[in-house]
């Protein structure tokens, strides 16, 4: 039977299986909303939320997902591909247009122009404080067959590590800097 209600439970009957934080995220999920009815500017505030609402929704669904090690080395993977992604994005929408970094990679000119001002520093150093380990992590395990995907994983990892390290001192953030050394 191919389609039906076998092949439901079949298929997503993982995400109908229940967590340790479901209550938690049901009540940042309230808080969330609550703060949205009583919010005087609405539009800041579903600014600010949305982000937050799909965090709780990635969550969710990350915490219901059948873990196996094929699986969890796609997230790894995926996590230090954000990572990456960020380092190389955030620098022309948080550095000031004279900074020194802008003459050292000519394309954040051109980025600067698409983005502008939308990248808090202290919010993409903690975006990167916790995303960097994953890279870091990859780049000590080292390649460890030696396959051409086990080099370029490692390769690929070591660039990772180097932009988001690059990227976390040029975000000048204090915090940051105590929360990598820790």
């Known amino acids: 039977q191919l389609i039906g209600p076998n092949m439901w439970r079949r298929h997503l009957g ?24 009583i919010s005087p500017l609405l539009e800041q ?9 799909g965090g709780l929704i990635a969550y969710a669904l990350m915490a219901r997902w059948p873990a ?10 995926g996590l230090i591909l954000a990572g990456a992604s960020l380092s190389l994005l ?13 003459r050292l990679v000519p394309i954040w000119n051109y980025l600067r122009g698409r983005l502008p001002d939308s990248f808090n520093e202290n919010v993409v150093a903690g975006t990167l404080v916790v995303l960097a380990p994953f890279a870091v992590g990859r780049s000590l395990l080292g390649w460890r ?20 390290l ?17």
């Open 45 to 53: 505030s579903l600014g600010a939320a949305i982000p937050l609402i």
């Open 166 to 182: 690059l990227v976390l001192v040029l975000t000048t953030s204090q915090g940051a800097y105590l929360a990598t050394f820790v």
């Open 68 to 77: 196996t090690s094929s699986r969890l080395g796609w997230s790894w993977r």
């Open 90 to 102: 955030a620098p022309p929408g948080m550095l000031s247009p004279r900074h020194a970094a802008f």
């Open 14 to 37: 993982w995400f109908l299986r229940r967590s340790p934080g479901d209550w938690l995220l049901l009540v940042l999920f309230a808080m969330t909303l609550v703060s949205l009815v």
């Open 145 to 164: 067959d030696g396959s051409r995907q086990g080099w370029a994983g490692w390769i690929g990892s070591l660039l990772a590590s180097f932009g988001m």
